[in-house]
């Protein structure tokens, strides 16, 4: 466990809402330094407030992940997935990778503000300057956890709403060798998504962020949905050059 809290420490910030989940964050916080933290913040501030920030939300074979690629190709998007990250992370042998794969294998959740460090480290990084944030934030723990962590909130949330018969429908159809994939597991993964991401659905809807879209129907008709939505956010589309943005040092993320 100690190996645990020493190798993840880069990539905590704090965070309240986390400490009920994750009874160790507390010492996870203790060993992150002040003053690289503070380094980070300054330097990544103006950067992060003109960044266009998309994120994208859907039940399992709500076909958010087409649509991601669609978007990508279109509008010249660099995709990012929380789930992704933490497997490329853990696939890349690193310490920090290690103690990430400890935590899953105890059956624990990897606390979010774990995950958005990652995150955090790719918007700093890249040389894009529109990120398209695709499944995430799973709950309203993340979602706090990146607007504390960020500083800010996304320009623009996505939900691909569909019905849950046509979301069982797909997944069983695709078939991509999951063992889970058959329709009792599939309600369950729907049911965990309704109580976990619905209020974070909720809470975009209020702040007025929160754009649904019909997931019914072929992908282009889906896609041409996605399109006259990000219509309306041609100016800040415009405005997010990235040529003034230039691409910050990760160094302060590694150790």
């Not at 330097?43 to 690629?69: D, Y």
């Not at 990084?125 to 993340?142: A, K, T």
């Not at 800040?236 to 993320?253: K, R």
Request: aromatic content about 10%; charged content about 25%.
């Amino acid at each position: 466990m100690w190996r645990q809290l020493r190798l993840l420490s880069p990539f905590v910030a704090p965070l309240k809402s986390s400490f009920r989940q994750v009874p160790y964050t507390w010492s996870l916080m203790e060993t992150f330094s002040a003053d690289t933290a503070n380094m980070a913040e300054e330097k990544s501030f103006s950067r992060m407030k003109n960044l266009f920030l998309a994120f994208v939300l859907g039940g399992p074979g709500s076909g958010k992940g087409t649509q991601c690629e669609r978007i990508v190709e279109t509008y010249g998007f660099t995709h990012l997935s929380a789930g992704d990250l933490l497997r490329r992370e853990i696939a890349s042998n690193s310490e920090h990778g290690a103690a990430i794969l400890d935590i899953i294998k105890e059956g624990k959740i990897v606390p979010s503000n774990v995950t958005v460090k990652l995150i955090q480290r790719e918007l700093e990084s890249s040389e894009s300057s529109r990120f398209l944030i695709d499944g995430f934030p799973r709950s309203d723990e993340n979602r706090i956890a990146f607007e504390q962590i960020i500083g800010r909130e996304p320009d623009l949330v996505l939900f691909f709403d569909c019905p849950e018969e046509e979301m069982v429908k797909r997944v069983l159809s695709r078939n991509q060798g999951r063992v889970d994939d058959n329709i009792e597991t599939i309600k369950k993964r729907l049911t965990v998504f309704q109580e976990l991401n619905l209020p974070v659905v909720n809470y975009y809807a209020e702040k007025g962020k929160l754009h649904k879209v019909s997931a019914v129907g072929t992908v282009d008709e889906i896609f041409e949905r996605v399109q006259q939505i990000f219509s309306n956010y041609k100016c800040l589309l415009d405005q997010s050059s990235d040529e003034n943005f230039p691409v910050m040092s990760t160094a302060l993320h590694k150790q």
